[in-house]
Nanobody, 120 residues
């Protein structure tokens, strides 16, 4: 059983910063790509950023230059540092990871989401 648990969301003023964490636990053999997605009220879930197991990163244009994705492979944890936050960044943020377990197939896992609200 694999679980992803996000933390670090909250209320922040425009221009502020937050750091999200995504901790993977359970029977994990290897974690390939890790990513962050977000879903604002009334909108579809959208991709935010991805980091490969080798550390290659990619970002949506809307967050490029403001957000930084990283990971600690030894701790099976991913991070999303969000700076210069804007009201339009308000959303539920979800962690995603491509994981292979010792006894099962490679699969896609999701966390439960953490709310980020940017408001004055």
């Amino acid at each position: 059983q694999v679980q992803l648990v996000e933390s670090g969301g909250g209320l922040v003023q425009p221009g502020g910063s937050l750091r999200l964490s995504c901790a993977a636990s359970g029977s994990i053999f290897n974690i390939y790509a890790m990513g962050w997605y977000r879903q604002a009220p009334g909108k579809q879930r959208e991709w935010v950023a991805t980091i490969t197991s080798g550390g290659t990163t990619n970002y949506a244009d809307s967050v490029k230059g403001r957000f930084t994705i990283s990971r600690d492979n030894a701790e099976n944890t991913g991070y999303l540092q969000m700076n210069s936050l804007k009201p339009e960044d308000t959303a539920v943020y979800y962690c995603n990871a491509d994981i292979i377990t010792p006894y099962g197939p490679r699969d896609d896992y999701w966390g439960q989401g953490t709310q980020v609200t940017v408001s004055s």
